[in-house]
């Protein structure tokens, strides 16, 4: 059962994110992206990371391809702009995609991992419960740190967003 | 044979893909994302095969800089495009040699 689930979300994911690439218009990009991420929330609901799942739909699908969809409806980007394709470029890109693909797989041909069971798994593992007090334990440091982060992309936005600095 | 490790191994490629064949500024940051993506569930993976849910937790960091980059991009790619009007990248070629 859950194979057969496995396959399918995979072909899912699959289909999707090269519609992601191979699309001309941005917008059915986004649109495929949104099932690319649902379908690898799917995955993570397989490997009983709930919460993970949860987090991943809500900060992708929900907050980060509602900012790309605002950027290309705000500068009316639908049409294709991509006018001269450059034929030998796009070829060598595809090469060299095929060449990183055939080095990873392999290097991870002969990677024997173990198999994954439910069973060996503890009660809450993936609850939000365990999770935060990992978080707020081990790694509280770089938890805090990343609100800086924020702040800084926050400001970097909106500077950046500005019309004129000059004139204020 | 087909498992995790080969389908996030896929899913990295295909961004990579993207990244280099495609022109178009908001397709790059897609693919980038994408990428992350496909690392996001290899963490996961391995977190669930060690049972160990510290993995689960560097999701949420690599989760946080693609928030915050994803932010700065598309405030850059606004900016480009009040610039030239476009945001084909072949037309940012004032630093090239």
């Known amino acids: 059962m859950d194979n057969i689930l496995f396959y399918i979300l995979s072909g899912i994911s699959i289909g999707s994110a090269l519609l992601v690439v191979l699309s001309k218009n941005p917008i059915y990009s986004v649109l495929s992206l949104i099932i690319t991420f649902a379908s690898i929330s799917g995955h993570l609901l397989l490997l009983s990371a709930e919460f993970l799942a949860i987090v991943n739909l809500i900060v992708y699908a929900g907050a980060i391809m509602v900012l790309f969809l605002f950027v290309i409806m705000m500068l009316n980007l639908n049409e294709t702009t991509e006018k001269n394709s450059n034929l030998i470029s796009k070829l060598a890109a595809t090469g060299a995609a095929g060449l990183l693909l055939i080095s990873l797989v392999y290097i991870f041909k002969s990677y024997q991992v173990g198999q994954f069971s439910t069973q060996q798994l503890t009660e809450d593992f993936g609850s939000a419960h365990q999770l935060g007090k990992i978080l707020f334990n081990e790694f509280l440091l770089p938890f805090e740190i990343s609100s800086v982060l924020f702040l800084s992309a926050m400001i970097g936005a909106v500077m950046l967003g500005k019309k004129d600095l000059k004139q204020h | ?97």
């Open chain 2, 1 to 97: 044979m087909f498992n995790y490790l080969f389908l996030c191994t896929l899913l990295f490629v295909i961004g990579a893909l993207g990244m280099m064949a495609r022109r178009n500024l908001l397709v790059m940051f897609m693919s980038i994302e994408l990428m992350l993506n496909a690392v996001n569930l290899l963490l996961v993976y391995f977190s669930s095969i060690h049972g160990d849910a510290q993995g689960q937790v560097f999701v949420f960091f690599v989760m946080a800089v693609a928030a915050a980059e994803i932010t700065i991009g598309l405030a850059i790619l606004v900016m480009i495009y009040r610039n030239i009007k476009s945001i084909g990248i072949e037309q940012l070629k004032n630093l090239k040699w």
